[in-house]
């Protein structure tokens, strides 16, 4: 029996059938699954028996998809990240089946609300923002565009904490996702591969009598793969995402057990698991963290081992391992991927060392995210040679060839070849894993057109130099799937009911909406929705000092990681600006406002945390001074995540994307408001550019330096302390904060901001801060206009479709990995009548 797409209910006898499985499949999953009966039952119970008879009809697409990945000679993309900030599955997986109607109503005929459900999923929480979810974006896009890719990643034990306030304060707590049970995943214990640190190298002759080399490990760990079925939108391509969880090789050394030693045995045990354990909650590096580059190793190394086996199911050979696998390396977390790939072909499988090169470069491509040159990702030397010695060698000859091919280029030019070393040299020795990246790889992309100009400028000059066309951008962008269909279903259906569905798969389909922007019967349906949207979050959250949040409110939001770059400091200046001109005069014509606030701190990041601390503090304030509580209000939704986001970016009116300039590389964030119909307030930083240029300057509240202006400004030696005295509101909104209005008296507290911002402003935050408030100002304008301000959101999510990251993908595909589409075809049966014919244990192989 051949179909060619999975089918669910095309009439309505078929449509009852599939209901009455689907209730019986939660009341079989809780029976014999779960062990529980209805009347003892736990809403984790409900949902975990939802969710596995969501995921049953998963299966049959999913291992169809692996046969016709094995049998077929397609080539797969493996998309390395040490993060993949997946989001709750349920609900995408609803959507992406196409069943979310029947299983809703298959809920509600079971006495189950599906919302409450959905809400009930604890999200894996396995990446810290912005480039752990572009990775989710793009395994959503990959799967949907038909392209057979594998996620490799780490399974952390403990994702991304959960935040809390604590009188203000952030407090971390640890987050247990795994608790509940993980109904997504499947975990294959015998596939486990093996994985050395320490020991050391020696040379050896083999049966040829070539002499050779081999690393000895000073111990092993066991890497197992727990496989989660990535599913694409309403086709039959079912990927995965294998993330690796770290096990001691053996449960007891016997030897150390007999000798009465049995703590020392357990304690090898916990420290192999300690690798898996935990991410690292810093959104940048986590300086000289030995268990963190033995994370990157670990994941990295099971996943190269990995690819090897699946190849090697099928080839003779590595000799064309890059005509089957295109590597993308997520940011420099998975460099070492390089030298482990050139030791296992070189010591393992014994190619020579230009033919393994050859393999080597030919499959590996580097994503930078990042422009700062001192966050770029480096490892002491000394620390490799410890850990993985054979790999420091292997660096060593990698670095030793490729200097000669620079001094050859540049002859006599030292200097060049210093900086373009893989090793720094200026103080003590470490390893640049940005340089090994580029030298290892055959592309090399930035993730906005500015961003990539810049590296080509400044960061990566020397290796734009070097290869001319290595170099090139393609700008990030997000799953309309996610951040649209599953998170805005008011506004979707509305979209739906206009102009069709195929914007959902070709998002450049939105343009059809943008004579809609004219017809006022639309645009009161738009503000309806948006409207709805607000009142669910006002809702949601009540305000604990003042007046409950007024959804008429102009929603202004700012969710994202806490830095400083990101300039949450200039937003709340703006707020206390405000605060002072309604106290002074309590006439003032300006809209209320709701200014909304997410995102977490990394837990050493002092200036961040103060910062979380001044927003709240701020916010207690405001909220209880019933002079200006009308209209001015402040909520800090604690705990920033995939599902907060969910119901933040459909209600925004206004997104803040107020980064200084040059320092944000692309952003992510600035898309997924646009797209649910927000108008973004912004400076000239990452794709916020190539956002304004889609939607029409006119659409688009710009403001503050551009990155010209703002390294002229440093040029020309930039004051702080200079805007401040010549700035009246500017002088006294700081000084409010200085003196301790917002913090009982207290003169101490928020002292560092202040002193920050006074004596260096690295992100000169008072540079931009008039401009900020005049566009404020316009802003505030605009929305008193509500016809005009929602023809704008009409035309910003018109307007937005390059910003898929299906366009992304497409682009990925053909200037990198040089693959297409692969359509497979639903061949497998699901349970034959009459059972299964098992083949003999020879004829079975394992993928
Ligand atoms: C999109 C997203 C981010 C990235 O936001 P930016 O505004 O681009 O920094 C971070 N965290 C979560 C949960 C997200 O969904």
Redesign the pocket.
């Known amino acids: 029996m051949t179909k060619k797409k999975a089918n669910y209910g095309n009439s309505q006898t078929n449509e009852r059938k599939t209901i009455k499985k689907l209730k019986r499949g939660f009341a079989y999953k809780l029976f014999y699954q779960l062990g529980v009966w209805t009347q003892n039952a736990s809403l984790n119970d409900y949902y975990l028996a939802v969710s596995y008879t969501v995921r049953d009809r998963m299966q049959q697409l999913f291992i169809n998809t692996i046969r016709a990945f094995q049998q077929k000679d397609s080539k797969i993309v493996s998309y390395l990240s040490a993060e993949f ?1 997946m ?1 709750p599955h349920l609900h995408n997986n609803l959507i992406n089946l196409g069943i979310y109607d029947q299983v809703a109503q298959a809920a509600a005929e079971s006495g189950l609300d599906l919302q409450q459900i959905i809400d009930h999923e604890e999200e894996p929480g396995l990446g810290n ?2 480039l752990g ?1 572009l990775a989710a974006c793009y395994l959503d896009s990959l799967a949907s565009l038909e392209i057979p890719a594998i996620g490799y990643g780490i399974r952390y034990e403990f994702g991304m904490f959960d935040q809390a306030f604590d009188n203000g304060w952030q407090k971390e707590l640890s987050d247990r996702w795994l608790q509940p049970g993980n109904p997504w995943e499947f975990k294959k214990a015998d596939m486990a591969v093996e994985v050395g640190s320490g020991g050391y190298t020696e040379q050896y002759k083999d049966d040829h009598g070539k002499l050779r080399v081999r690393w000895v490990p000073g111990k092993l760990v066991k890497g197992i793969p727990y496989d989660t079925p990535i599913l694409g939108y309403r086709v039959n391509t079912v990927n995965m995402l294998r993330l690796w969880s770290a096990e001691a090789p053996k449960s007891f050394d016997f030897a150390e057990f007999n000798v009465g030693d049995y703590l020392g045995a357990v304690h090898e045990k916990m420290l192999a698991e300690t690798i898996s354990k935990v991410l690292y909650p810093n959104d940048e590096q986590s300086h000289g963290k030995a268990l963190r580059l033995y994370q990157q190793y670990f994941f990295v190394s099971c996943s190269m081992q990995d690819m090897i086996r699946i190849h090697l199911f099928q080839f003779e050979n590595l000799d064309n391992f890059s005509d089957k696998f295109a590597v993308q390396l997520n940011d420099t977390h998975p460099a070492i991927a390089v030298p482990e790939f050139m030791r296992l072909l070189v010591d393992v499988h014994h190619y020579d060392w230009d033919s393994a090169w050859e393999i080597v470069t030919h499959t590996f491509a580097y994503t930078n995210h990042t422009l700062l040159p001192e966050a770029l990702e480096k490892w002491p030397v000394a620390m490799l040679a410890g850990l993985l010695p054979r790999h420091l060698e292997i660096i060593y000859e990698i670095n030793r060839r490729f200097l000669d091919l620079v001094r050859l280029e540049y002859p006599g030019d030292v200097d060049v070849v210093r900086r373009m070393s893989i090793i720094d040299e200026t103080g003590e020795r470490y390893v640049r894993m940005a340089n090994l990246a580029c030298v290892g790889g055959h592309a090399i992309n930035g993730v906005a057109q500015l961003h990539t100009k810049l590296l080509k400028e400044h960061t990566l000059v020397d290796f734009h130099r070097l290869w001319p066309d290595k170099l090139i951008n393609i700008t990030n962008g ?1 799953t309309p799937r996610r951040w649209m269909v599953v998170s805005n279903p008011r506004l979707s259906q509305l979209i739906r009911s206009a102009i069709g569905e195929e914007w959902i798969t070709d998002l450049k389909k939105l343009q059809a909406l943008e004579p809609l922007a004219e017809d006022s019967a639309f645009c009161e349906k738009w503000q309806q929705i948006k409207f709805a949207n607000k009142q669910d979050i006002c809702t949601m959250f009540a305000c604990k000092q003042g007046p409950n949040y007024n959804p008429q409110a102009l929603f202004d939001v700012q ?3 806490i830095h400083e770059y ?1 300039r949450q400091h200039l937003n709340l200046l703006h707020i206390v600006t405000l605060y002072q001109r309604l106290k002074n005069n309590p006439e003032l014509d300006i809209p209320p406002r709701l200014f909304i606030f997410g995102g977490k701190a990394a837990p050493s990041y002092f200036m961040a945390k103060l910062i979380i601390k001044l927003i709240n503090s701020v916010a207690e304030v405001v909220n209880g001074d019933p002079a200006v509580n009308k209209r001015l209000q402040i909520l800090f939704i604690p705990n ?3 599902q ?2 969910h119901i933040v970016y459909p209600m925004a009116d206004l997104s803040e ?1 107020i980064s200084l300039a040059g320092k ?1 590389a ?5 898309m ?1 408001f646009a797209m649910n119909g927000a108008l973004t307030v912004g400076t000239l930083d990452g794709a916020n550019v190539e956002i304004r240029e889609e939607v029409g300057a006119e659409n688009f509240f710009l403001f503050g330096m551009n990155v010209g202006e703002v390294e002229a400004r440093r040029a020309a030696g930039y004051n702080p302390q200079d805007i401040y005295n010549e700035n009246k509101e500017l002088h006294a909104a700081i000084n409010l904060i200085a003196t301790g209005h917002f913090s009982h008296g207290d003169r101490e507290l928020f002292r560092p901001v202040i002193d920050s911002l006074l004596k260096h402003d690295p992100f000169m935050v008072l540079a931009d801060y008039q401009a900020y408030v005049d566009c404020q100002q316009q802003v505030g304008e605009v929305f008193q206009d509500p016809q005009r301000w929602t023809r704008m959101a009409i035309l910003n999510a018109a307007r937005i479709g390059k910003f898929s990251s299906d366009r992304s993908i497409t682009e990925y595909c053909r200037k990198i990995w040089q693959v297409k589409p692969f359509p497979v075809a639903l061949t497998l049966q699901r349970v034959p009548d009459g059972g299964i014919k098992f083949p003999k244990r020879k004829e079975i192989v394992r993928t």
């Open positions: 900030l989001g923002g912005g979810r997000v969710v994202k990681r990101k920033y995540n995939v907060i986001g994307q944000e692309s952003g992510t964030g600035n997924k």
